[in-house]
C-alpha cells in the first residue's frame, strides 16, 4: 500500500509538470506570433516609407495615394487613416491582417526636424473582444 501511495504521488507529480509544460509551451507560441505580426508591421511601414516614399505625409506634404491604400504581405486593401497633429506632424495608423494575428501599426511623421517613429503592436489573433489568452507584443523604429 505504502509503495503503491508513493508511486501514485510520483505519477501526480509527473502529470502536473508536464501539464505546465505544454502550457508555457503553448504561451511561448502564440507569443511568437504576435512578435511576427509585430515584425511584419514594421516591414511593410518601412518599405513604404523608405521604398516607396511620401506614403505616409507629415501634414507639410501630401500623401503619395490620396486614397490612403497599401499593399504588404497579400493583402492588397489596406486603408491608411490620416491625421494632423500639428503643422508640421501627422499621423497615419492601419491595421495590418495575417494569417497568424493581426499588426495594429502607427506611423508619426514630423517635418521640423524630420523624424519618423513607426509602431508596430501585433497580436497573435485579430478582433476587439477581451479574450485572456490575446498575446501583445511591440515594435518600435525611430529615424
Excluded at 67 to 73: E, L, P
Aim: charged fraction near 20%; include cysteine; charge should be neutral.
Amino acid at each position: 500500500m505504502l509503495i503503491g501511495s508513493l508511486l501514485f504521488s510520483l505519477g501526480a507529480t509527473i502529470a502536473h509538470l508536464s501539464t505546465r509544460g505544454i502550457a508555457l509551451s503553448a504561451a511561448g507560441k502564440e507569443s511568437e506570433a504576435a512578435f511576427f505580426a509585430a515584425d511584419t508591421g514594421i516591414e511593410c511601414a518601412l518599405y513604404w516609407d523608405l521604398r516607396v516614399g511620401n506614403t505616409f505625409p507629415n501634414s507639410t506634404e501630401a500623401p503619395r495615394d490620396p486614397d490612403g491604400r497599401i499593399k504588404c504581405n497579400g493583402n492588397e486593401n489596406i486603408t491608411l487613416t490620416f491625421s494632423p497633429v500639428t503643422a508640421s506632424a501627422a499621423t497615419t495608423k492601419f491595421q495590418l491582417p495575417l494569417s497568424y494575428g493581426c499588426a495594429y501599426v502607427t506611423v508619426e511623421k514630423t517635418a521640423s526636424p524630420e523624424r519618423v517613429v513607426i509602431e508596430s503592436r501585433g497580436r497573435n489573433e485579430c478582433g476587439t473582444g477581451v479574450n485572456p489568452a490575446r498575446v501583445e507584443r511591440a515594435l518600435r523604429v525611430r529615424y
